[in-house]
Nanobody
Framework: VQLQASGGGLVQAGGSLRLSCAAS????????MGWYRQAPGKQRELVAV???????NYADSVKGRFTISRDNAKNTASLQMNSLKPEDTAVYYC???????????????WGQGTLVTVSS
């Protein structure tokens, strides 16, 4: 199973970016998918998560600005980021709780990370 994240880049404060994450491989289905971020010198933190049923949870710092969504049929998740701030600068990682074929196993997978830089 692989998670491929994309969509990072450089944007000015107040701008928008959309991150995408695609899971591929021997997948039965996926439970919670989410986005985390790690800024230089800081620990990785939760940004937003979404259940297979569409329930969402956001970090307080991004509520009202970021929106997470997913397409269960395509095993993808997206993060729409609006009103970006310099403090949003970080490497963003997607995460998925994957159930393998035949439900013989379940585990978390991480994408490779995509850099988001917000200039002031």
């Amino acid at each position: 199973v692989q998670l491929q994240a994309s969509g990072g880049g450089l944007v000015q404060a107040g701008g928008s970016l959309r991150l995408s994450c695609a899971a591929s491989g021997s997948i039965f289905n996926i439970g919670v998918m989410g986005w985390y971020r790690q800024a230089p010198g800081k620990q990785r933190e939760l940004v937003a998560v979404i259940s297979s049923g569409g329930n969402t949870n956001y970090a307080d710092s991004v509520k009202g600005r970021f929106t997470i969504s997913r397409d269960n049929a395509k095993n993808t998740a997206s993060l729409q980021m609006n009103s970006l701030k310099p403090e949003d600068t970080a490497v963003y990682y997607c995460n998925a709780h994957v159930y393998g074929l035949g439900r013989l196993y379940e585990r978390d997978y991480w994408g490779q990370g995509t850099l988001v830089t917000v200039s002031s």
